[in-house]
Structures are given as C-alpha cells and as structure tokens.
C-alpha cells in the first residue's frame, strides 16, 4: 500500500531529522445515511467531492489515501508540534463542511479526525494507524471534530 510506504519512509526520516509527522485517520460522520437514502452513486460522488477537497487542503507532501468505505487517512510530515496538525485537522473539517453537490439537494459531510504523532504516539506505522483510529473514535463521541490519541475531543 502506497500510504504504509509513504509513512514508513517519512519515519525513517524523521529519525535522521529534527522533525515528526502526524498521521491523521479521517471517518466521515453518517455517510451510510447518504449511500442509504440516495444510492451508492451519490455516494460515491460525494466520496469523489471528498477526496477533491481533501487532496486541495493537502501540502506538498502529505499523503492522503482512502482507508476504506469512508474513511481516509492523512500523512502530514514536517510536523513541528500539536498545533500544526491541529491547523490542518481544522482546515480539512471546514472544507468538507461545504455542501456537496452530488446530483440532488446539498448534502452536508461532516467528518470525525484522530490525529496521532510520531513518535509519542507509536514508532511504527502499525502503531501510529492504530493510535489515530483509536483518537478517531473519542472525536466521533464528540460528533465531530478532532482528538489527538494523546489527548481529549476538540473542535
């Protein structure tokens, strides 16, 4: 998988630099409703939309990768601190807020991040993968919104 060599290598950079990087484990809040209420073409319009959107928000050289279903996962590297993530998390959850124009009404996405950082968090991408899905989670308890794995529910 592109997203696992990408993550390993970036760890492997970090390791040789004074940096780190966060891995971002994205779930988009009750998209069952839309595939389930509008059909899985809409659904998968607006999964396109969300990737458009996503790839838009994404530097250089983060890497965005779809999990599965509706959930995506988000390399950011050259990370300095929390906050940098935190300013990319905020910035992707505004630009999916934006109603999608699927084909029929707006629809509107909201999606739930677990943000986790290296090496606080985990030192290998298994572990990093798993941190964020689990702080994906805590985010979802809070509809919406980030967590850190380190940390509680933000919006």
């Known amino acids: 998988m592109l997203f696992h060599d990408r993550l390993e290598h970036g760890i492997e950079q970090v390791q040789r630099h004074d940096w780190t990087l966060a891995v971002m484990f994205l779930d988009l809040d009750k998209f069952k409703i839309i595939n389930d209420t509008y059909g899985h073409a809409v659904g998968d319009a607006v999964l396109l939309t969300i990737a458009k959107r996503l790839k838009e928000t994404a530097r250089n ?28 998390a905020e910035k992707i959850m505004k630009a999916l807020q934006v109603p999608c124009d699927a084909g029929v009404a707006p629809l509107t996405v909201n999606t739930s991040i677990g943000i986790a950082i290296y090496p606080r968090d985990g030192t290998t991408a298994e572990a990093l993968i798993k941190s964020a899905d689990a702080a994906m989670y805590r985010a979802k308890q809070g509809k919406s919104g980030y967590a850190f794995a380190s940390d509680h529910p933000k919006q």
């Open 61 to 88: 050289d983060d890497t965005i990768s779809r999990h599965g279903g509706d959930e995506f996962l988000y390399l950011l590297t050259e990370v300095n601190d929390d906050e940098d993530a935190a300013i990319v």
